[in-house]
């Protein structure tokens, strides 16, 4: 089973889209650092979240005392302020493992370290190429999407719901 780190922003798109526990069916060991973690304050989304850490399907990964040391110390060309930030791009780096994020600037930073990153539109793209989401209903959720997070490429999701009509 692969595993996968991801970040906050990717869960609360999802949260949003209502799509969490399809998310969770994937079949990849979802982690993220318990830093990243505590990044979830509203009560409806911690509720959420934490069905999927009590079945397993989402394991906290917790740093020693001297993995903070030398997270807080890891240097980054991005000068990346975000401790969970960095937490989740070392974790990856040192697991050599993919990254989920919808932050640009950890984007291009785990770009440079050679992590493969994905984003909210991949997991979308995944779930209706494991046949747990519908053509229609993953169309559906990446119009939705751009109105939950504006910041994502609406360009790239304008080709890939162009491609899923013409399927």
């Known amino acids: 089973m692969k595993l996968i780190i991801t970040d906050v922003s990717v869960l609360f798109d999802l949260f949003h889209l209502k799509v969490v526990p399809e998310f969770f069916a994937l079949d990849v060991e979802i982690c993220m650092t318990i830093f990243v ?59 050599k493992c993919p990254l989920l994020t919808c932050d640009d600037k950890l984007r291009k930073e785990a770009i440079d370290n050679q992590i493969e990153v994905h984003g909210s ?31 994502l490429p609406f360009d790239e999701i304008d080709k890939i719901i162009k491609r899923l009509k013409m399927n």
Do not use: C
């Open 37 to 95: 973690y505590n990044e979830i304050v509203q009560q409806q989304q911690i509720e959420e979240f934490e069905v999927f850490k009590r079945t397993q399907k989402l394991t906290l990964l917790d740093l020693s005392p001297e993995e903070e040391i030398k997270v807080i110390d890891f240097k980054t060309t991005r000068n990346l302020k975000s401790i969970p930030d960095k937490t989740m791009l070392w974790k990856a780096i040192q697991l």
């Open 121 to 151: 539109i991949w997991v979308l793209t995944e779930l209706e190429k494991k046949k747990i989401l519908g053509t229609q209903k993953t169309i559906e959720l990446l119009e939705h999407l751009k109105k939950v997070n504006t910041r």
